[in-house]
């Protein structure tokens, strides 16, 4: 009979052997390039949606800042050689910031620009494992409340 993990043990650590620098500057373009993949396909999107948003010259700047931030991240990682201490983190930290501030101003969570959060769930799985994908989804929906409390409550409220 097989034996069913836990989840106390599957949260614990990897067993797996720890990734080279290597391996961690690949992992960090391919998740660079499928950045400026989703943010080009946004803006595509954006410029053939036939329903405006409620702020849509905003939205229109901020995901081309979005693109700008994903084309420097991909230069970036393109001429280095190893990826510096604490960068991923930062990265992966804005990657749950940008849906968050794109969607406050496009319909909040039922903005399309909701999946963004599956980016970057995917983008710590692939980085991380099981244990950081979870705290990231944790992070995502505190930040979905919020969201939900400033469009509820704060200025931008309907």
Do not use: K
Not at 9 to 15: A, F, G, M
Not at 82 to 110: C, K, M, Q, R, Y
Not at 119 to 129: C, D, K, Y
């Amino acid at each position: 009979m097989p034996v069913v993990p836990s989840v106390p043990d599957s949260l614990r650590p990897r067993l797996a052997l720890r990734q080279t620098r290597g391996e961690l500057i690949e992992m960090e373009r391919i998740l660079a390039a499928a950045r400026v993949v989703l943010a080009l396909c946004s803006l595509v999107a954006v410029y053939f949606d036939s329903e405006p948003f409620r702020h849509s010259s905003l939205v229109d700047v901020l995901l081309l800042v979005y693109c700008a931030h994903a084309i420097s991240l991909f230069g970036i990682l393109r001429f280095r050689s190893e990826v510096p201490a604490g960068f991923s983190l930062l990265v992966h930290a804005t990657d749950i910031l940008w849906p968050t501030i794109i969607s406050l101003f496009t319909n909040g969570p039922n903005s399309p620009f909701f999946l963004y959060f599956i980016f970057a769930l995917l983008a710590a799985a692939f980085r991380w494992g099981m244990r950081e994908a979870l705290f990231t989804a944790v992070a995502a929906v505190a930040t979905i409340a919020a969201e939900a409390i400033v469009l509820t409550y704060g200025s931008l409220a309907q």
